[in-house]
């Protein structure tokens, strides 16, 4: 309790003792930190379950809890703790991951839902995701609802990024708590909807019986909470004791045993067993059943402390050295400080103060919350209108609407209907949650979702200010330029009168952004009309719906939110019809014309934008009108044009998964085979796994900060550290005059150096490291460090490169099969194109990071988040002129890494472990979000130049590519990412004569490097590209022409490897199969096209302004690494006396369940259960010189060391087995007993994939990975908008390992794939660019790239793995999954280029266009030609195709 002992005149208390409970327990919070947000506060606290993952609001790793006291009841709701500001959680309950189970007490059902359906893999945005779940679920139990629905767990779900699922296992996981179907009702959802209820009865309650029971878990007797206190099995559905086999029990091991099913979907049901009616077998296909269920806790809920009920929070002023932070509790307090202090930022949300403070070097001395100010969260209803206050959240404001909305009548709230759903796609529910009204509307972002509604409704603004009476302004006045509004310093916002609408006033809102979900508009507007029926002309006795009154607002077209004045005043008196419609159309261009090149890039498509906005609210309109007014309102609207105003609709997503368990023993022994789930699944949903960030710090740690350069390329005239050595906690400044041994790295060529010496070729690129005692003061420190630069020129593009012929001329390979010349003869026609595909950040939720421990005499620990610890060990030795064996990389697990930190990572430990090695004190480095997206790189662009020759029925007969890719400034991995593209060229197609060339362009970004698929999704998407032209060249059905060239059995790739086990045509035919039925394999296209392809065509015959496309592309991916070195694997196995198994190989964990896959060959092997086997780390000091772990190839080479080292150890007991069959003994017993004969119960096992020859041989690969995906999607054409309706996957990955595990690559990796040629964006600063810093990445943070969504994922997913397709070449069978099915995400694409043939047949225009990748909606719209986009790309030449950087 704050004690107001010292009272400031203004009644702030001056020696407050801000206090927050947190998980239940009291906290008083530490003084003096006005500036520190709520997660830095907990991660010291050693909280560290709450992860930082951006800093910024934008993935939702950070998500936490807060429950207040307000209106007499409880209010919970989950916010972004990276925003949070720390004073704001004054008073409050903060419940984080840690605090709603654990692994030891029980796992909360929202924690156990989510482990048991394989929904989390790195495990890093896990804990974000328990909490966005869990408190939507205390949120509706504390308004009395029983459960929420299924939309409102997806749309809670919207601001939590994952970037390794796909989503639908997590969708899957809480879809229960909706409890909408009774095949996933688990046990779960009944033990959370109990508890949720009981807490929120205890917590509403202030009666001692209810008190009582807080805490307490609940044992309410019921046939499910009985049976599953006794380990009986609870059918998931019906909640009651079931011995079918599909339910979850308490004991660990009882479920996994009772795992092997028959082929099966998630919507079957089993054959057999005593059913009880529920729905276990569908539990049981999700791998529930399956799994090795940890306990599940079943209701005890974190409660509000009874300290904080009714507790009245009281004025705060809490001073620091940074900040002094208020807490008024009166508009008085509020309007005094304001006069008082011409510096005070008012803090909302702090959604913008935060990012201000955090990305934009802002300081602020004076902060005060508006939050507890009664004034600022008042709501009036009159009868012309609402006024809300400004401090209300948007979450509040959203409720607000709808209520009323619900409430009067219809006409009257069509104004608030438009902006409650707004609101539904502002940013996502935690921001929402705290985000102000007041805040968006002061912030004046030209971008604001609001702003243009405000205007456009005719909304008014209200301002207070001391002393003197409240100002009223008109929204459509208050926005003056840029950020700069009509407030005047001493004013605040009070409150926004937002007015009813009438009888036939209509108002409707528009955004469109990169991606739906949690995303900042590209263009929005506001849109509202009042028609009168009027004389339609002067003396005219005809009566016509005429304007008269109008408002037209626009953000994102200019400095500031406007008015369409010149739209309007064309709008104005006139009938509402098409020529009035054409007119304003007309009009408007004089008041939206953004330059191509303006700030925010995409001029014609923003242009085009506003024109699509008016037009869909004409229709809107008209639509509206003809319902209401069918007499009066004469019908204007063509056939199909209603599409362009259809309202939004996504419903939730359902996966399929179609796979056979492989136990490979009929003993009950096999562990292999079988559907477990991650091995780190618990530990991941508790907040219990630790990453690199979280490891407890010994007590001198420092705190490392990179000085980086701010030029693409420049020399380095001085830099100067002194003004940093001065700053508090700043300890030493460090660069290459200190590295004590080699500056110069490199994964292939050394050609790049720790820290620049002379000159500095990309931005980001090292200078030098500052080091602290705290991480803050380091990074103060690093931004006073002073650089004097030369600039020189700097190639960004591959254009510029190509241009300025700046390529590593050290590279020249190329492949070429056939005779090209002939088959060029022999075409019956030539084309020739180059197409363009964008980069793709790796966005691993968790960011670089290491700590470097000193030990003694020169001895080191590198605890590093890497996915290369030998190439780490191996580096930073070099850098500090120490031997490898006084190094020691240790790696637990990564969140995430996807071949983002192989090698790109290596110069920041190198630079970390510099002063490391001069202080002798621990150095602890964690890359900041955006200094990790533009410091390492990502996946190549490429560009590929093509000549295609082919005959008139489709068969290609000679082909030619020149592959360019953007290397950036080093070599790093770029010239095996190119052999790989090289030798993926082909995709799934013979060609009879083939050439490609491979170009490495060197430019000044930051070196790019592997990433899912090492350059074979380039090569393998250049291929379908390719056959698409030809396909559209020729009119014909793209899937006839692919057909003939599918490799088969035997065939010869153009670099000469032959075909073996070859499954492309069964995943072709699968494929279609699972998306359309078929027969034999020439019908099965037929059968495809009449099922889908017709459905798909009638759709868009009914429709104009929605087009649906359909696309199928199939895949095979090489497996092996190509340079034959890193072929091989060493793995450790113990034995212990208690018949446990500790394992240890080469491979890290990030996700993909390679520890778990690696567990069960071992206990496989071994013949003892799977829960008997463990995997700590990886480290370099257990298993030496491993290789990296990627190319998907660490399954094979370790699954195959394990097995070497348990054959080893198996030879030695086996005169123990025989005697333990005789008398009985478990394994331990056996163990024991060898051990007591001095038997070695430790083996080390080592493998090298036999017969790979690497780039230039007849075997590079392994074998080959094969698969093929259907998919069909809905586009706006006039938009660009668009949604992915339905997937079909099908994969040949062997006899899976672990089944489960693999189709969450699948998923994962489809999604991702998806991301890169449909989503995904960078922007850099390049000639495209101008509006950016020279080389600077613009899109660096979740805020500016988007990665997909749960919203973005297939709303129908459907995965399928081939049965029967054992494979000869890798460990029991299987094949490896990693990066195959990544490249499946380009169905999506071809099948939105579908939709725009469908847009563009529709405007006349015909033939083949091009399409670069990612298909962003700017491309996607202005591809599609119609008359709205025409006049925006008036004088652009043929060919002419969106700016993109590449
Ligand atoms: C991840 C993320 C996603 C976002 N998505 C969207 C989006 O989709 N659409 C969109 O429009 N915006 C978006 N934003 C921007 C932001 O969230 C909103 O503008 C939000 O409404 C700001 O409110 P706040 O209370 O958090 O503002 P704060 O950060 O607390 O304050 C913002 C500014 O307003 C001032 N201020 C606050 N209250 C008052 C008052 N009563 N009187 C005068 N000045 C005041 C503050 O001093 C400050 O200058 C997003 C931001 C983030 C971080
Ligand atoms: S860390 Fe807070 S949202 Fe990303
Ligand atoms: S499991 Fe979601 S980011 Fe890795």
Redesign the pocket.
């Known amino acids: 309790m704050v004690r107001p002992s010292r009272l400031s005149p203004l009644g702030f208390a001056d020696d407050a003792k801000p206090i927050c409970y947190v998980n239940g327990k009291r906290y008083s919070l530490p003084l003096g930190r006005g500036e520190a947000t709520l997660l830095q506060w907990l991660r010291e606290s050693g909280l560290t379950g709450t992860k930082l993952g951006c800093g910024?609001?934008?993935c939702g790793a950070c998500t936490v809890m807060l429950s207040h006291w307000e209106g007499g009841r409880v209010q919970h709701r989950a916010v972004n703790a990276c925003?949070c500001p720390l004073y704001a959680a004054e008073g409050v309950h903060v419940v984080t991951v840690e605090g709603i189970g654990s692994v030891r007490d029980g796992l909360h059902p929202v924690q156990a839902a989510l482990a048991n359906s394989h929904g989390s893999q790195c495990g890093f945005c896990t804990p974000g995701f328990v909490m966005s779940m869990y408190s939507l679920l205390r949120g509706v139990a504390a308004e009395g609802r029983e459960a929420p629905s299924e939309e409102e767990i997806e749309e809670c779900l919207a601001g939590n990024l994952c970037r390794c699922t796909g989503y639908r296992p997590i969708l899957d996981a809480f879809k229960v708590f909706a409890k909408a179907d009774a095949a996933a009702y688990t046990a779960e959802a009944i033990a959370a909807a109990r508890g949720m209820a009981a807490a929120a009865a205890a917590e509403n309650s202030s009666t001692p019986a209810a008190a009582a029971s807080n805490g307490t878990p609940a044992t309410d007797g019921t046939a499910a909470a009985a049976a599953a206190a006794n380990g009986k099995m609870v059918c998931p559905s019906s909640g009651l004791p079931c011995d079918c086999g599909g339910g979850v029990t308490k004991a660990a091991d009882a479920a996994g045993a009772n795992g092997a099913a028959a082929e099966s979907s998630s919507s079957s049901k089993a054959a057999d067993g005593t059913c009880c009616g529920g729905g276990c077998c569908a539990a049981k296909a999700n791998g529930a059943a399956a799994a090795a269920a940890a306990d599940v806790k079943p209701s005890s809920e974190p409660i509000f402390p009874k300290e904080l009920k009714g507790r009245r929070p009281a004025a705060l002023r809490l001073s620091g050295p940074l900040c002094t932070w208020y807490r008024p509790t009166t508009l008085e307090q509020l309007l005094t400080l304001k006069a008082a202090h011409n510096d005070l930022?008012?803090?909302?949300?702090?959604?913008?103060?935060?990012?201000e403070l955090k990305f934009k070097d802002a300081g602020y001395r004076h902060m005060a919350a508006?939050t507890h100010v009664p004034e600022?969260s008042q709501i009036k209803v009159t009868d012309r209108g609402i006024e809300v206050g400004?401090?209300v959240t948007?979450t509040r404001l959203q409720e607000l609407l709808l209520q009323q909305a619900a409430k009067q009548p219809p006409h009257k709230t069509r104004g608030f209907a438009a902006a409650a759903e707004q609101l539904r796609?502002?940013?996502?529910r935690q921001?929402r949650n705290?985000?102000?009204?007041?805040?968006?509307i002061?912030?004046a972002?030209p971008?604001?979702?609001?702003n243009p509604l405000w205007m456009a409704f005719g909304v008014v603004f209200r301002l207070a200010s001391q002393g003197r009476r409240v100002r009223e302004v008109p929204a459509s006045k208050f926005f003056l330029g840029y950020r700069q509004v009509d407030?005047a310093p001493w004013e605040?916002?009070l409150s926004v009168r937002i007015p009813f609408t009438g009888p036939t006033e209509f108002a409707k809102e528009f955004k469109q952004a990169p991606r739906r979900d949690?995303?900042?508009?590209i263009v929005n507007a506001g849109m509202r009309v009042r028609l009168e029926q009027r004389p339609a002309a002067e003396g005219s006795e005809e009566q016509a719906w005429l304007v008269a009154d109008v408002g037209i607002a626009y953000g994102g077209v200019a400095p500031k939110t406007i008015m369409a004045e010149k739209a309007m005043a064309a709008l104005r008196g006139q009938p509402w019809n098409k020529a009035t419609l054409d007119a304003a159309l007309v009009a408007l261009r004089e008041d939206v014309n953004v330059a191509p090149t303006a700030p925010g890039g995409r001029g014609e498509y923003r242009n085009s934008l506003a024109a699509s906005f008016l037009f869909k609210f004409y229709v809107h309109v008209c639509l509206a009108m003809e319902a209401a007014h069918p007499d009066s309102f004469k019908p204007q609207l063509p056939a199909g044009y209603a599409s362009a105003a259809a309202p939004y609709h996504r419903p939730p997503v359902r996966g399929v998964q179609f796979h056979h368990e492989v136990p490979q023993a009929t003993d009950g022994s096999a562990e292999v085979g079988k559907d477990y789930r991650h091995m780190s699944a618990d530990l991941q949903v508790s907040g219990q796994a630790q990453y690199t960030d979280d490891v407890p710090l010994p007590p001198n740690t420092l705190h490392a900060a990179f000085v980086t350069s701010s030029k693409p390329h420049a020399k380095l005239l001085k830099v100067d550290a002194a003004a940093a050595l001065r700053l508090p906690g700043v300890v030493g400044f460090y660069s290459a005059k200190d590295v004590p041994g080699d500056n110069m790295i490199g994964p292939i060529m050394h050609d790049e150096e720790v820290f620049a010496t002379d000159t500095v070729t990309c931005v980001g690129q090292v200078i030098g490291v500052v080091v602290a005692e705290t991480e803050p003061a380091a990074r103060r420190g690093a931004k006073a460090v002073k650089v004097d630069y030369e600039d020189l020129p700097a190639l960004i593009s591959i254009d510029d490169a190509i241009a300025a012929g700046s390529f590593y001329e050290q590279y020249g390979n190329s492949l070429e099969t056939g005779d090209l010349e002939a088959g060029f003869a022999a075409a019956d026609h030539v084309l020739e194109g180059t197409l363009k595909l964008g980069g793709q950040e790796h966005f691993y939720l968790e960011p670089n990071g290491c700590i470097v421990l000193p030990t003694e005499d020169d001895e080191y620990t590198l605890i590093s988040s890497t996915q290369a610890p030998t190439k780490h060990q191996i580096y930073v030795a070099s850098t500090l002129g120490v031997p490898m064996h006084k190094l020691v990389c240790k790696t637990k697990r990564i969140g995430g890494g996807f071949g983002g930190k192989e090698t790109r990572s290596i110069f920041i430990h190198c630079a970390a472990a510099v002063p490391a090695y001069h202080l002798r004190r621990p150095v602890k480095a964690i890359l900041d979000r955006d200094e990790d997206m533009q410091m390492t790189g990502t996946r190549h662009p490429f560009q590929a130049s093509y000549k295609v020759g082919f005959t008139n029925d489709g068969r290609v007969t000679a082909l030619h590519m020149d592959l360019y890719s953007n290397a950036g400034n080093s070599w790093d991995l770029s010239s095996a990412v190119m052999d790989r593209a090289l030798m993926h060229s082909d995709c799934v197609y013979k060609f009879p004569a083939q050439r490609v060339v491979g170009h490495m362009c060197r430019t000044n970004i930051a070196s790019n490097t592997a990433f899912r698929g090492f350059g074979g999704p380039q090569g393998l998407i250049a291929a379908e590209m390719v056959m698409e032209r030809v396909a559209r060249h020729l009119s014909k059905c793209p899937l006839l022409v692919r057909q003939p060239h599918l490799y088969k059995e035997g065939d010869v790739t153009h670099f000469g490897m032959v075909m073996e086990g070859c499954q492309v045509i069964p995943c072709w035919e699968g494929a279609i199969e699972s998306a359309g039925g078929w027969q034999q394999r020439r019908e099965a296209v037929d059968a495809f096209n009449q099922q889908r392809r017709e459905a798909v065509d009638a759709f868009n015959q009914q429709h104009r302004w929605r087009k649906r496309g359909l696309a199928l592309t199939p895949t095979k991916f090489g497996i092996a690494f190509t340079k034959v070195t890193y072929n091989q694997g060493g793995a450790l196995v113990h034995v212990y006396t208690d018949g446990t198994a500790l394992v240890t190989h080469g491979g890290v964990e990030m996700g993909q369940g390679l520890h778990t896959k690696m567990a069960q060959v071992a206990a496989h092997e071994l013949g003892v259960p799977v829960s008997k086997v463990f995997i700590a780390e990886t480290s370099t000091d257990k298993v030496p010189n491993s290789s990296p772990t990627a190319g998907s190839a660490s399954t094979d080479l370790y699954g195959m060391a394990v097995l070497d080292a348990c054959r080893q150890i198996n030879e030695r007991l086996k005169p123990y087995r025989a005697q333990a069959a005789e008398k009985g003994w478990s394994f331990a017993q056996m163990a024991t007993q060898a051990y007591m004969d001095r038997v070695d119960l430790s083996a080390h096992g080592f493998y090298a994939t036999p017969e790979v020859t690497g780039f230039g041989g007849p075997r590079p690969f392994n074998y080959f990975v094969f698969g093929a995906a259907v998919s069909e999607v809905e586009l706006d054409v006039l938009t660009g908008d668009w949604q992915l309706l339905r997937s079909d996957i099908v994969m040949d990955v062997g006899n899976p390992i672990n089944p489960a595990i693999d189709i969450g690559q699948i998923e994962g990796g489809f999604v991702q794939g998806m991301g890169w040629l449909c989503l995904e964006e960078m922007v850099w600063g390049d000639k495209a660019h101008p509006w950016v810093r020279p080389g600077h990445l613009f899109t660096k943070g979740?805020?500016t790239y988007k990665i997909p969504t749960a919203n973005d994922v297939p709303i129908d997913f459907r995965v399928k793995l081939l049965t029967n397709t054992p494979n000869p070449r890798a460990v029991h069978s299987s094949k490896a999954v990693g990066e195959p099915p990544f490249h499946l995400g380009s169905s999506a694409f071809f099948a939105l280029k579908d939709a725009v043939y469908a847009a563009r047949d529709a405007a006349g225009l015909s033939g083949w266009f091009q399409l670069d990748a990612p298909a962003t909606p700017e491309k996607l719209r202005l591809a599609c030609g119609d008359e709205l986009a025409a006049p925006y790309l008036e004088g652009k030449e043929e060919g002419w195709r969106p700016l993109m950087s590449c």
């Open positions: 910024e609001g934008g925003l930022k008012l803090v909302g949300g702090n959604s913008e103060v935060g990012i508006v600022l400004a401090g948007l796609w502002f940013a996502g921001i705290t985000g102000t009204l007041g805040g968006n002061a912030t972002s971008i604001s979702d609001l407030m605040l916002l949690d995303d900042i508009a979740p805020g």
